[in-house]
């Protein structure tokens, strides 16, 4: 969120040259190199469902962020961590205290009609569901799923909030291509 703000009120500062080698640097450095592409799958995403004008100039400052970035720096690496937002919960699980209440951190994910479902390893309750960007690129991958874990950021800044949605909810997918 606070990258996302600061592509939304301090582009020039964020899009120069020095500052961009040393957040990317520093995203590969901790193997989050996936955030990257992520932000843009998930603003692609959240545009097709409710398309508005802060949303396209945010997607318009992470195309110039990472335009010359090659995105293929991201695949060479294996295992490749992705981490991704859970969309739909309140579809699928409405109250998010129970998650949070719940010890169970393991997940599994679902293959299903182009969607992968995220579910509890435990008991199988669906807990929401990858967005669309970011499971046709995971399932072009290809792979086997190393580990899946749930996430939940103790705290999230959302101060002034550019994006339509809050994500409370992460998933840690590790992929181990073949």
Same mark, same amino acid.
Not at 23 to 41: A, D, G, R, T, V
Not at 113 to 128: F, P, T
């Given at each position: 969120?606070?990258?996302?703000?600061?592509? $939304? =009120?301090?582009f020039? &500062?964020?899009?120069?040259? $020095?500052v961009?080698?040393?957040?990317?640097?520093?995203?590969?450095? #901790?193997?989050?190199?996936?955030?990257?592409?992520? *932000? #843009?799958?998930?603003?692609?995403?959240?545009?097709?469902? /409710? +398309?508005? =004008?802060n949303?396209?100039?945010?997607?318009? /400052?992470?195309?110039?962020?990472?335009?010359?970035?090659?995105?293929? &720096?991201? %695949?060479?690496?294996?295992?490749?961590?992705?981490? =991704? +937002?859970? %969309? !739909?919960? !309140?579809?699928?699980? @409405?109250?998010? /205290?129970?998650?949070? #209440?719940?010890?169970?951190?393991?997940?599994?994910?679902? $293959?299903?009609?182009?969607?992968?479902?995220?579910? &509890?390893?435990?008991?199988?309750?669906?807990? @929401?569901?990858? /967005?669309?960007?970011? =499971?046709? *690129?995971?399932?072009?991958?290809?792979?086997?799923?190393?580990? $899946?874990?749930?996430? *939940? +950021?103790?705290?999230?800044?959302?101060?002034?909030?550019?994006? +339509?949605?809050?994500? !409370?909810?992460w998933?840690?997918?590790?992929?181990?291509?073949?």
């Amino acid at each position: 969120y606070e990258f996302i703000h600061l592509l $939304s =009120t301090e582009f020039e &500062l964020v899009n120069r040259e $020095s500052v961009k080698r040393v957040i990317i640097n520093s995203l590969k450095n #901790k193997n989050m190199i996936w955030l990257l592409l992520e *932000i #843009k799958n998930v603003l692609s995403s959240l545009y097709n469902q /409710n +398309p508005n =004008t802060n949303l396209r100039n945010i997607s318009k /400052n992470v195309e110039k962020f990472l335009d010359n970035y090659e995105f293929s &720096l991201i %695949f060479k690496n294996n295992p490749i961590r992705v981490l =991704t +937002p859970l %969309f !739909d919960r !309140d579809k699928y699980l @409405g109250d998010i /205290n129970y998650v949070k #209440k719940t010890r169970e951190r393991n997940v599994i994910l679902i $293959s299903q009609d182009n969607e992968i479902r995220v579910a &509890l390893k435990g008991n199988g309750i669906v807990i @929401g569901k990858i /967005n669309p960007n970011t =499971t046709r *690129i995971v399932s072009e991958l290809g792979g086997t799923v190393l580990s $899946s874990k749930l996430i *939940i +950021p103790r705290f999230i800044s959302e101060q002034v909030n550019y994006l +339509p949605e809050v994500f !409370d909810l992460w998933i840690e997918i590790n992929l181990l291509r073949l």
